[in-house]
């Protein structure tokens, strides 16, 4: 039997993402007592989807090769997973209050950073920053009247076991997930425990409760943004050390921007590391093209 190839892993990780994402949006608007409206989901989603294949258009087009959502619907639909995970999670996310504006303008951006920040390495061309999470932290900056989704409406309306229950569902599925498919475990493993390091550093230095600076780590919000954010496939390191590193630079971050009293730390910590990220493989590749191009060639 073949073993299965990256690309192969990849549409798989994001075909279950793509469910996840789906179904938590439907349980949560119907049973879980999400705040956010329908016209957020379904926004986010035509913007979503529009962007991509306008740009996706465009660019094949420019290129002169096949888009890639052309051969059929299942190769349409694979095309826009990364875009239905993303709108989702803006629409989970972001709370505009009455504006739906602000959601689109997320979900376009979302799909335009794919197609705007990217970087050659090797052979691949390939985008370093988080989509969604472009897309909300930058409407978090522009627009500070913008706020996220209360983080109780995952949990509002349940209590007893059911508390206790949700949270070990997203925990297991999300460790499945990021185990077999996104492979990213080490990742995770670090930003956790670089978490609960910077809160114990942190919580010493200031003289604060221990607890109080750990304690996010319990809710739900917490959950999705550790096993459904910040180890996208796309934006982090393959290899376990760059993982690790990812991971923990994102959790040092988080403790300066709280040092600087900046709320939404998470989000802005992840858009920092991506575009630091960014800046580093760029340098990198650079030197490896002036190397390849100033060395001495054998005849």
Known sequence: MSKNTPKDMRLAALRRFATAITALTIIGLLLLGFEESYAYVLVSLVVGYFVDLVLETLEAWSNGRKARYRGGFIPFVNF???????????????????????IAFASALAGGSKYIFRLKIGDKVKHFLNPSNTGIAMTLILFPWVSIAPPYQYTENFSGALDWLLPVIFIVFGTLLNAIYARRIPLIVAWLSAFILQGVLRAWFFETPM??????MT???FLLFTFYMIEDPGTTPFKPLGQVMFGISVAATYAVLMMFHIVFGLFFALFAVCILRGMYLYTINKRVIMKAVTSPRLV
């Open 80 to 102: 826009l997973l990364p875009a239905h995970i993303s709108s989702l999670a803006i629409a989970m996310i972001l709370y505009p209050n009455e504006q739906l504006w602000p």
């Open 211 to 216: 607890m109080a600076e750990v304690e996010m």
């Open 219 to 221: 809710g739900v919000a």
